[in-house]
Antibody, heavy 119, light 108 residues
Framework: EVQLVESGGVVVQPGGSLRLSCAASGFTFDDYTMHWVRQAPGKGLEWVSLISWDGGSTYYADSVKGRFTISRDNSKNSLYLQMNSLRTEDTALYYC????????????WGQGTLVTVSS | AIRMTQSPSSFSASTGDRVTITCRASQGISSYLAWYQQKPGKAPKLLIYAASTLQSGVPSRFSGSGSGTDFTLTISCLQSEDFATYYCQQYYSYPTITFGQGTRLEIK
């Protein structure tokens, strides 16, 4: 059974930093592109970032480019999101999601971890 | 960036109804479209990809159609568990991915 378990979400002040983690199991982690998708409270879904199976390619939404860094450790079946220079508009539930066949749809999602940026 | 617009934003229906949700892309995206269902407090669930391919385990009452700019998600006979919010998502401009704003389906 595929499982994605996010962690690391907390309350942080504007300008602060945070690292999210996602532990994957139930599939061959290093075969798949992985993503972060977020959802602000009461709002829709927003794609944040993706990383290729080997970590060699990374992409970001314009809203987080230059502030967030995605990475992975295939030896630990783990995905990460380093979030710097946080803004109040980054407040959201952050989901880790597995790419279906490295084409851009998400066949499995974690339960999410909540990041709140507030003073 | 490709914009995805869903209609309606919300509506109500009764169990047993046939319902259709529409998603329109701001430019042609071929069939690079997925649909998700999200229930309150839960993660989204993939229903359909490639505009019309049903994800494994998804009931056959769900179907998708369309290509280019106009797409539809149809639920042929609403069940109580289908009341949720539905999102379309384009991946034509992969790696840049965008979602529609969502359609909330409520019980009448």
């Amino acid at each position: 059974e595929v499982q994605l378990v996010e962690s690391g979400g907390v309350v942080v002040q504007p300008g602060g930093s945070l690292r999210l983690s996602c532990a994957a199991s139930g599939f061959t982690f290093d075969d798949y592109t992985m993503h972060w998708v977020r959802q602000a409270p009461g709002k829709g879904l927003e794609w944040v970032s993706l990383i290729s199976w080997d970590g060699g390619s990374t992409y970001y939404a314009d809203s987080v480019k230059g502030r967030f860094t995605i990475s992975r450790d295939n030896s630990k079946n783990s995905l990460y999101l380093q979030m710097n220079s946080l803004r109040t508009e980054d407040t959201a539930l952050y989901y880790c999601a597995k790419d279906g066949v490295s084409s851009g749809w998400f066949d499995y999602w974690g339960q999410g971890t909540l990041v709140t940026v507030s003073s | 960036a490709i914009r995805m617009t869903q209609s309606p934003s919300s509506f109500s229906a009764s169990t047993g109804d046939r319902v259709t949700i529409t998603c329109r892309a701001s430019q042609g995206i071929s069939s690079y479209l997925a649909w998700y269902q999200q229930k309150p407090g839960k993660a989204p669930k993939l229903l359909i990809y490639a505009a019309s391919t049903l994800q494994s385990g998804v009931p056959s009452r769900f179907s998708g159609s369309g290509s280019g700019t106009d797409f539809t998600l149809t639920i042929s006979c609403l069940q109580s568990e289908d009341f949720a919010t539905y999102y379309c998502q384009q991946y034509y401009s992969y790696p840049t991915i965008t979602f529609g704003q969502g359609t909330r389906l409520e019980i009448k």
